[in-house]
């Protein structure tokens, strides 16, 4: 008798011969996709990245302003009822200038708006009349408001303008480069809430 084993083949009827074995099932086409899932798939993306765009531009258009800090000035009619009527009109923008909270303790007759890149506008009513207006100042008319300008000084990015035909005058500073919209927004606050008095300028000063 052989030492070598010997190599027994079992034909099992039950067992399907490897010629009649059922091809593998082909796996599932990635072509065949629910054309909604692939639309929802494309979409999220696009989605979140709108949805963070628009995010930062309201967090930009919304900053956290802190209140405006005002000191003292000469404003003898600050308490006036002209005053309390003009502080109660103004509107809550001066183009693109928002209205601001005052820092307390807040002068009388007074009111802020402020940009987004922190510029302020300044309103003071009641103030004194300006020591250089007089008879011969040249005037600028804004929605039938008359205005004299003093030019800021040297290191001051504003000028001031006051209304000068009124019950009381009305200071307003505004930086440069804002544009007429600050000024024709007050002269319309201005023109709603105060009646319009002759000029009462100082006398021409003699050379």
Not at 1 to 29: I, K, Q, R, W
Not at 34 to 40: M, N, Q, T
Not at 80 to 92: M, T
Request: hydrophobic share 45%; charged share 20%; with cysteine.
């Amino acid at each position: 008798m052989s030492g070598c084993g010997t190599l027994v083949t079992v034909n099992d009827p039950d067992l399907p011969d490897s010629a009649d074995a059922p091809e593998p099932a082909e796996p599932h086409p990635t072509a065949r996709r629910s054309p909604a899932l692939i639309a929802v798939a494309v979409a999220l993306p696009v989605a979140l990245v709108v949805g963070v765009l628009v995010a930062a531009v309201i967090a930009g258009r919304d900053p956290i302003r802190e209140p405006v800090a005002l000191g003292t000035v000469p404003a003898p009619a600050a308490e006036s009822p002209e005053c309390a009527a003009l502080i109660a009109a103004l509107p809550e923008n001066l183009g693109d200038f928002e209205r601001a909270e005052l820092m307390d303790p807040a002068p009388v007759g007074a009111a802020a708006w402020q940009a987004d890149d922190a510029k302020e506008v300044v309103l003071r009513c009641g103030v004194d009349r300006p020591l250089e207006f007089n008879a011969a100042s040249p005037l600028t008319v804004v929605d039938a408001v008359q205005w004299f300008e003093v030019p800021g000084e040297e290191g001051l990015d504003a000028s001031t303008w006051f209304a000068v035909d009124r019950g009381v005058y009305v200071a307003l500073t505004v930086p440069h480069g804002s544009g007429p919209t600050p000024l024709q927004d007050a002269s319309a606050a201005i023109t709603g809430a105060l009646e319009q008095q002759p000029l009462d300028p100082a006398p021409v000063p003699t050379p």
